[in-house]
Structure formats: structure tokens, C-alpha cells
């Protein structure tokens, strides 16, 4: 498993995908539903459900991906290429769990900035 990214969110990046708006970047960071996808992402993982694994990590990571989360946009790109390779998912969970903190924590950062 190589490193992951250390940014969390390219807040600049994000706001520039929204023609730089960044009323509508900071809504659409709250009403992002990351910790619904994280969960059915180890719940899958926890039930050996492939096929679901398959589907909410590709839903976590187009999300992520629009909204400039990068934390969350490459882990979970490291699973779509372990689930490829048919490696062991369960190592993934403390990471998935730990970007999704630092997320919310910079999510509520951010959104609370003037």
C-alpha cells in the first residue's frame, strides 16, 4: 500500500469546479455524505461483499473527486486497485475511518470560515 496524500481537502480546486462560488462549495461540503459512504464501504468490506465494496467505493470516490476531498478521492483509489489485484480490503478500514476525521474536521473548518 503506498502513502496517501497528506491534503485533505484542495479547497482552491474545489471552489474553482463550482465557476468560484464559494457559497455553493461550502453547502455542497455540507451536505456531503461521506460517513454514509464510509460505512457502507466497511460494512461491505465486513461482510465480504465485493460487489458492494466495488460500488461505494466508486460512489465515495467520484464524490470526493468533484468536491476536491482529496484525502477520501485517493484512498479510495488504492482500494479500487487492491479489489483489481483481489488483495485483503479489512487494512483499509482504520485508514478510511482516519481521512474521514481529518475530512469532517476540515470540512467543519471550513465551513464555519467567513
Not at 10 to 28: A, P, Q, S
Not at 62 to 86: C, F, H, T, Y
Not at 88 to 95: K, R
Request: glycine share 4%.
Amino acid at each position: 500500500m503506498k502513502k496517501l496524500n497528506e491534503i485533505v481537502i484542495k479547497v482552491d480546486e474545489g471552489i474553482k469546479r463550482v465557476m468560484n462560488n464559494k457559497t455553493l462549495y461550502k453547502k455542497l461540503l455540507t451536505s456531503f455524505k461521506g460517513r454514509e459512504l464510509v460505512d457502507g464501504i466497511i460494512d461491505a468490506i465486513n461482510n465480504n461483499n465485493k460487489e458492494e465494496v466495488v460500488k461505494n467505493v466508486h460512489n465515495l470516490k467520484g464524490v470526493a473527486a468533484n468536491l476536491a476531498i482529496a484525502a477520501l478521492a485517493d484512498v479510495s483509489v488504492q482500494i479500487e486497485a487492491s479489489l483489481k489485484s483481489d488483495e485483503a480490503l479489512d487494512g483499509f478500514i482504520p485508514i478510511l475511518l482516519e481521512k474521514l476525521e481529518k475530512v469532517e474536521a476540515e470540512i467543519k473548518k471550513i465551513t464555519s470560515e467567513e
